[in-house]
């Protein structure tokens, strides 16, 4: 997996976008991009994950540059329930994780 | 749907006794199947991948006689962990990839299982 560099921890309050990014400069032509979230003694929840293309659903939105260097995962109205750790993982079969980005939203 | 479910939950044990870990996809089937073990305050570490009817494959420095996996079916995969000692009291995670690679094209985990060792 190629090694993916993310903030130690970020801030956003509550009600507004909540922006993470997270660098892959070393990634290679057939490995994702994928974000997962984890929130204290609970399994990694998925999120979202693109290749090339920025992707949107449910949860969050995926922004990958055009080098697919780097990416921004954007939670467009966040909430307190919202706070978690969240990991960025280039990969193309078993996930590496690194140690993420801890999110706190505070109202 | 895409939902992974783990038995126990948590599970304390003596020193020198196994446990069996159960990682099940419940409404997919899953050719993939992915151990972790997370320590407090540390990202999760990948221990093994585990391929339904062969021998699972382990990261380097994880005893495959010690944690012993099992992938039997395409919904479940076991974890054993054999002749349990305190250092390997940790949080187990296991994901499940799906067969198909239609919408559901990436892993899911479960909720994890929390082994504490006396």
């Known amino acids: 997996d190629a090694k993916t560099t993310q903030p130690p921890s970020m801030d956003c309050a509550e009600g507004r976008a909540a922006n993470l990014p997270c660098n892959h400069s070393?990634?290679?032509?057939?490995?994702?991009v994928y974000w997962y979230r984890q929130i204290h003694s609970q399994g990694p929840q998925y999120i979202i994950h693109?290749?090339?293309n920025n992707e949107t659903n449910e949860m969050a939105s995926l922004i990958i540059t055009e080098d697919r260097k780097s990416s921004t995962l954007i939670l467009p109205h966040a909430t307190l329930r919202d706070t978690a750790v969240y990991y960025c993982?280039?990969?193309?079969?078993?996930?590496?994780f690194g140690k993420g980005t801890m999110l706190l939203v505070s109202p | 749907g895409a939902v992974v479910s783990q038995h126990p939950s948590r599970v304390i044990c003596k020193s020198g006794t196994s446990v069996k870990i159960e990682c099940r996809s419940l409404d997919f089937q899953a050719t993939t199947m992915f151990w972790y073990r997370q320590f407090p305050k540390q990202s999760l570490m990948l221990m093994a991948t585990s391929n339904e009817g062969s021998k699972a494959t382990y990261e380097q420095g994880v005893e495959k006689d010690k944690f012993l996996i099992n992938h039997a079916s395409l919904t479940l995969s076991t974890l054993t962990v054999t002749s349990a000692h305190p250092e390997d009291s940790s949080f187990y995670i296991c994901?499940?990839?799906?067969?198909?690679?239609?919408?559901?094209?990436?892993?899911?985990f479960g909720p994890g299982t929390r082994l504490t060792v006396l």
């Open positions: 693109g290749l090339k």
């Open positions: 993982i280039a990969a193309y079969n078993a996930l590496t």
């Open positions: 994901s499940a990839w799906p067969q198909v690679l239609q919408k559901l094209d990436t892993q899911y």
């Open positions: 070393t990634i290679s032509g057939n490995e994702y």
